[in-house]
């Protein structure tokens, strides 16, 4: 079993939608979470941090739900340059962190 | 300017060449890391070094080497031993006390 899960998509969505991703994490020792968003031949760039129940910046909102092992981020009127894919990040070996293979967003005009 | 610089952006090695990749960064981070990603792939670790002249071997060590003899720097080797060596390799940092990790723009390998 992976470290990390995530949906790969891709998630197709017009612009305004609201869209949800979800990541699943298989040790119940995590510390802290992250979403980052990467482009296409590019470097992930750091989205959200995770450390309690959620977070929230802008129009993204992050939320962790510990007994059931997963984290989620929710994306409000979506825009075209939220195309990316979006890389759910796990650190629970203190700064040892596990990736997951990311989800793939299209938003059409 | 501050940040994570790596070179060079792409790289194009022979079979049976060692190459290395630089990764420099000007944060004052403690901690540095390098991973792999393949087309369609998370990121997996290949090695990190908390602190200077002190390194960890990732989960895909196998086929690679490193060196931290100075804060800044975080040179990754490919070695001939690293049977399938293509992929966009990305160094990435962590100041001390924090979790956040912050990327340079990667370096993408293609082995001939």
């Known amino acids: 079993r992976k470290e990390v899960e995530q949906d790969p998509g891709p998630f197709n969505v017009p612009e305004g939608a609201t869209v949800a991703f979800n990541c699943t994490y298989s040790?119940?020792?995590?510390?802290?979470f992250f979403w980052y968003r990467q482009d296409c031949r590019k470097e992930p760039k750091l989205l959200m941090s995770v450390y309690s129940s959620g977070n929230e910046d802008g129009r993204f909102t992050a939320q962790l739900n510990r007994a059931s092992q997963y984290i989620s981020l929710l994306i409000r009127d979506s825009k075209l340059s939220d195309s990316a894919t979006y890389l759910c990040?796990?650190?629970?070996?203190?700064?040892?962190?596990?990736f997951g293979s990311g989800t793939k967003l299209n938003v059409k005009p | 300017d501050g940040g994570i610089t790596q070179s060079p952006k792409y790289l194009f090695r022979k079979e049976g060449q060692n190459v290395t990749l630089s990764c420099e960064q000007n944060?004052?981070?403690?901690?540095m890391y390098w991973y792999r990603q393949d087309p369609g792939q998370g990121l997996r670790l290949i090695y990190y070094?908390?602190?200077?002249?002190?390194?960890q071997k990732g989960d895909i060590a196998e086929g690679y080497s490193v060196s931290r003899e100075k804060k800044e720097s975080f040179p990754l080797t490919v070695t001939s031993a690293q049977k399938n060596p293509t992929a966009f390799y990305l160094c990435?940092?962590?100041?001390?006390?924090?979790?956040?990790?912050?990327f340079g723009p990667g370096t993408r390998l293609t082995v001939l």
């Open positions: 944060l004052n981070h403690d901690a």
């Open positions: 990040v796990v650190n629970y070996n203190f700064n040892k962190f596990y």
């Open positions: 040790n119940s020792a995590s510390q802290s």
């Open positions: 070094s908390q602190i200077v002249n002190d390194f």
């Open positions: 990435a940092s962590i100041a001390g006390g924090t979790d956040t990790q912050y």
